[in-house]
């Protein structure tokens, strides 16, 4: 039985990129940007109930939204961040894909997400664990502001900066 010869190209830095790695790695690209996608949306509904919970702290529709859309947001952050992490951390930096600058910049970044996180009580709406006073919800409501802002500026950051730029390593002859 003949072995399957798999081609390979070389890289900018001069190390073998596999055919099976190409599409293996347009494949991530792709899925992040529809989770960008996605995670815009929710996003949005964050910033807007955070801001809806910060004008009026006592009202409980406002704080229930709250940790509604906190709830979908953690679902798969950090699977998502994870995935980031190893094609831009591993990959991308194996590969040269993004500037110094940049990587400082994603890894400040990153360190604001996890202490803004870290700052949230452990809240789910199946546990009665929420913010139980006015300040306490109101610093909530900033918490989830400043988290919906970080997140905005990574989504934004990486569908125009780093993910470009990891495709120009992939296909870059």
């Known amino acids: ?31 992040l940007g529809s989770e960008h996608r996605k995670l815009n949306e929710h996003i949005l509904q964050l910033a807007f109930a955070a801001t809806r919970l910060a004008s009026d702290p006592d009202a409980p529709a406002a704080k229930q939204r709250a940790i509604e859309v906190w709830d979908e947001i953690r679902l798969y952050l950090w699977s998502h961040l994870q995935m980031e992490d190893e094609l831009v951390f591993a990959w991308g930096e194996a590969r040269h894909a993004i500037s110094s600058t940049l990587h400082d910049t994603l890894n400040t970044e990153r360190r604001e997400i996890r202490k803004l996180v870290a700052a949230l009580p452990a809240l789910s709406s199946e546990v009665d664990s929420e913010p139980r006073t006015a300040g306490g919800r109101a610093i909530f409501a900033r918490t989830l502001l400043a988290l919906a802002q970080t997140l905005d500026s990574h989504v934004e950051r990486y569908e125009g900066e780093v993910l470009p730029s990891i495709l120009r390593a992939l296909f870059q002859r």
Do not use: Y
């Open 1 to 31: 039985m003949d072995a399957m010869q798999v081609t390979t190209r070389m890289t900018p830095c001069f190390s073998q990129l596999s055919e099976l790695e190409v599409p293996m790695i347009n494949s991530i690209v792709t899925c």
